[in-house]
């Protein structure tokens, strides 16, 4: 066997061992889901059920069902995608901004979709990582400096996407920059709430990710008093917070790429809940430039039921 022949080899056997550790793994989380006592550890698509308190109450398979009607036949319309996964230290009690958690229960709910690929990155991307990258999901402590700038416009500028959520938006002492890119961004001290949250859609946008969304209640944290300003058109759920509208979930497109905030995402139980999962999985494959509905068969993989 030559060199090149070695090296390909070794290379097909890395990747079939890669795929047989996503298969045992998903073979745990079966049995995890199946198992009947409820003190049961959660399946690894799901994120730790270590809050002190209630979990919100589980969605019915009629709410589910009713968010993802109208979806087309996909089986011709997707391509091989590369999703890279950022996180950061986590800065919160339990059950709240458990950022390494979501990293590793995404990297495996993601990586069970058609065609997906995921990688991972702490705190930011080695260069690398991001020229592979299609879309980047960022769910960490936001920062902005000049090497984030350099890799943000670089990767816009190619028509990749980018995906924030909750404190990722914050741009610590340079927010006003970070807004640029983002629409909205921390930067001068921020409002906010805990508790129940009304997400109400805006429906006269007409936009895939909103699709047979009108209100959806959460209990969760929002933001609001951030610095920089969203055309009506982009935002496209708000809640009502200080006697008016606030955004939570919006999109914009700096130049051929895609950047898509979704505000909640303080509590571990967000992730785990399908309606929720629907909007950001929507939001992730519309910043890749791809189908809305690309990742639906995975809604309910380690979901609360």
């Known amino acids: 066997m030559n060199d090149t022949s070695n090296l390909q080899h070794k ?10 550790t996503i298969a045992a793994a998903f073979l745990l989380t079966a049995a995890t889901q199946a198992a009947e006592p409820s003190t049961a550890a959660p399946p690894l698509t799901a994120m730790p059920r270590d809050y002190p308190g209630p979990r919100p109450k589980s969605r019915t398979s ?3 069902n009713a968010a993802l ?3 087309p036949n996909l089986a011709a319309k997707i391509r091989p995608l590369q999703i890279l996964l ?7 009690n339990a059950g709240e901004h458990d950022y390494p958690a979501w990293q590793k229960a995404w990297a495996l709910l993601l990586a069970s979709a058609k065609d997906v690929q995921v990688d991972t990155a702490w705190e930011w991307p080695k260069p690398e990582q991001l020229k592979r990258a299609d879309v980047v999901v960022l769910y960490q402590h936001g920062d902005w400096n000049d090497q984030r700038a350099a890799d943000t416009d670089a990767l816009l500028n190619r028509g990749g996407g980018l995906v924030y959520i909750h404190w990722s938006l914050d741009g610590r002492e340079r927010g006003k920059e970070f807004a640029k890119r983002i629409g909205l961004s921390k930067d001068a001290p921020i409002a906010y709430r805990h508790g129940p949250l009304t997400l109400k859609f805006n429906r006269a946008v007409n ?6 969304f009108d209100r959806l209640q959460l209990v969760d944290e929002s933001y609001w008093k951030l610095y920089g300003t969203l055309p009506p058109d982009r935002v496209l759920g708000v809640s009502d917070e200080d006697g008016g509208p606030q955004p939570q ?6 130049g051929k790429g895609r950047v898509f905030v979704c505000i909640p995402g303080h509590y571990s139980w967000t992730f785990d809940d399908p ?3 629907i909007i950001l999985f929507r939001g992730i494959a519309w910043a ?8 639906n068969d995975i809604v309910w993989l380690g979901a609360d039921r």
Request: proline letters at 9%; aromatic letters at 6%.
């Open 288 to 295: 890749a430039h791809e189908p809305v509905d690309r990742f």
């Open 207 to 212: 936009h895939p990710i909103a699709r047979n």
């Open 275 to 277: 309606l929720f999962r």
């Open 86 to 92: 950022v996180a950061g230290p986590k800065d919160h």
């Open 62 to 64: 009629e709410e589910v």
């Open 69 to 71: 009607a109208g979806a």
């Open 11 to 20: 290379a097909l056997k890395k990747k079939r061992a890669a795929v047989v």
């Open 249 to 254: 979930i919006w999109t914009t497109e700096p």
